[in-house]
């Protein structure tokens, strides 16, 4: 979840390290209605002197798909994977919070985007084991409460400056950081050890994958909106960047309605994180429709 541009939550997959590593995969869906990402708190360059505000409080329902790889000593697995039905999730939610905003002066805006989703404790379960290379299979009907729980929170900063404006909308530069904090674990209950196919090695029935990360990554990008007439226009992004992560990108589209200080935004935006090697986060996509509210003042 540039600083406008919504961001989180949906369909994933998480690797563990157990012994040398524990793989979890875990799928997660959201459905409509479940709150998440920022959709494009957006104010609009005016020749008027003077500062304007902006504020979106929004709703997302992304699906998620990804990679988690876990740390954990101990036991002789590479990797486990584990399947969390999008149901579960939906119920297991906390909580969850995402509002943008944006102050612009002129030409010049400073942007911010802040989501956070907590899930509490789902039925997920193992799917498959890696001893150092080999996989074994893990049926359904030997997992026998194997949960998942999932914390993070998204927040983007970033300044930007009008590059071209008219009758038809604008285009604006942006420059600037988004940090991605994430607390995963999954807490393994199997009927039965996974053994290695040579022996020896194991794959424990009952364990904690346990682990947190922040992902601090800059971020460079376009934003704006094209004036389609009788209060209706189109908003668009992209943004792309790297640090922590090695590539980050998001990219989103819809269409708008404003009149006066409030207005409203159906739309649909993609969100990419790529770190890869021993890091947590291995790969994570974040795709969905969002709906925001749009309060200018």
Known sequence: MHATLPYLAGNSRWPARAGG??????????????????????????????????????????????????????????????????????????????????????????????????LAKSTSEIRSVNFQGSRTAVSAGLNAGTESSLDGSLWTLAGAYTLAHGSWGHLDASAGFRLFSLSAKTDVRLAAAVAAPAGGAAFERTGRLDRSTDLFDGVVGLRGRIVLGGGFHLPYGFDIGAGTSRLTWQALGGIGYQTGWAGVTLGYRHLYYDQGGSKLVQDFTFSGPYLALNLTF
């Not at 020749?47 to 929004?58: C, E, H, K, R």
């Not at 329902?61 to 149901?87: E, H, K, M, N």
């Not at 579960?88 to 002129?106: C, F, K, T, V």
């Open 21 to 118: 590593y524990a793989r979890a995969s875990v799928v997660l869906a959201l459905l409509a209605g479940l709150p998440a990402a920022s959709a494009h708190a957006q104010t609009v360059p005016s020749a008027l002197p003077g500062w304007q505000f902006s504020i979106m409080p929004y709703l997302w329902a992304p699906t998620l798909d990804g990679t988690l790889q876990y740390s954990r000593p101990g036991g002789g697995a590479s990797s486990a994977d584990a399947r969390v039905s999008s149901i579960n999730l939906i119920e297991s939610l906390d909580g969850a919070a995402m509002i943008a905003a944006e102050a612009r002066y002129g030409r010049f805006s400073v942007l911010t985007d802040l989501i956070y989703l907590s």
